[in-house]
């Protein structure tokens, strides 16, 4: 089971004890009252203005900008790491707004809003780890801000895919609901993070990463017909999960 999955099974709890109100939606659904903590977290744009999060050192608990989630390069292996206490207040901050704006919210909502707020994260420093062994197939450079970028892109479009994906919660999520968590969740202020949008389809998104990762004779071979962009990508997602992962 991935720390994604784990995480997941440690929060949701919290959505599963919450208290249904005592009548139905329009729709029939139940609806979920506001809980007390929405009024506590805080709001949801302090973790949009991150740092990059691929790290040589540990990273501190106390001070600096807070991350939801850590890549450390591979030295034997690479490590993810996600933050806890960060995914639930982040989660809670981006409800909070639905709550505020008067949307009916399910608990089945909540609980695929809350995979998809930890899906971003995972997918984010997963894309990181794909890049660190493509760069060291190829002797490509890291370059942080391309790879926020990058990374930021890759893990909405994971996020879309999922969407279309009939057998996903997220897929099930009401459109309000999910078309508002997705909006907020992507408002990257910091540089690199918020270039993703230059790369927010999967056309965009191949061509550029196929230009980064820059492998011997890509020119050449785009030249000779070679769909180089396709293969690299497939690569990509073909790279076996060989990293350490953690709570943090």
Known sequence: MSVANILYDDLVKEIDKLQEDDHFSEDGRWE????????????????MDP??????KEHPRQGGKPLLGVYYPMRSPGKIVLFRNNLHAFFWSLFSIAFHQGVSITKKDMRAGLWLVILQTYSHEKFHYYCDVLHKLFGGEYVALKDEAFAVAWSRLRILRDRKDKRTSISNMDSKIFELIIDHAYRFTSPGYRDWVKYKDEGLFKKGFGCYINPPNYDFLQQSNVLIDDLL?????KINPGFDEAIG
């Not at 979920?32 to 973790?47: A, C, G, K, R």
């Open 233 to 237: 990508l497939g690569m990509m997602e």
């Open 32 to 47: 979920v009252v506001p809980p007390p903590i929405i009024e506590h977290v805080p709001p949801f744009n302090v973790y």
């Open 51 to 56: 740092d990059p999060d691929v790290l040589e």
